[in-house]
Nanobody
Framework: QVQLVESGGGLVQAGGSLRLSCAAS????????IGWFRQAPGKERQFVAG????????VYADSMKGRFTISRDNAKNTVYLQMNSLKPEDTAVYYC???????????????????WGQGTQVTVSS
């Protein structure tokens, strides 16, 4: 089993930046791919970015490319999501999730992930 705890959310003005962290613990964390998803009120859960266990492969949703960067520090069992040039439409609860052995083609589907964190709220004001 894997436990995930997100942090780093908050209120920021449009154009600002935030860095989210996903601290992972558990038996399979070192071999787990990690994905970030978000969900705004009344909307479906949306893929944001994903990274394989090695950190070599990263995948982004089109609307996040160039603004968001996902990275991981396996020594700290932590995955980061650096979010720059934030927009009001980025407002949502952001979740990290883990799945063992996910490759590039599977990172973008929430159904591929086994464990989820509780989420952290990101609010971008205009």
């Amino acid at each position: 089993q894997v436990q995930l705890v997100e942090s780093g959310g908050g209120l920021v003005q449009a154009g600002g930046s935030l860095r989210l962290s996903c601290a992972a613990s558990g038996r399979t964390v070192s071999s787990s791919s990690i994905g970030w998803f978000r969900q705004a009120p009344g909307k479906e859960r949306q893929f944001v970015a994903g990274i394989t266990w090695s950190g070599i492969t990263t995948v982004y949703a089109d609307s996040m490319k160039g603004r968001f960067t996902i990275s991981r520090d396996n020594a700290k069992n932590t995955v980061y999501l650096q979010m720059n040039s934030l927009k009001p439409e980025d407002t949502a609860v952001y979740y990290c999730a883990s799945g063992v052995g996910l490759n590039r083609g599977r990172l973008g589907s929430h159904r591929e992930y086994d464990y989820w964190g509780q989420g952290t709220q990101v609010t971008v004001s205009s």
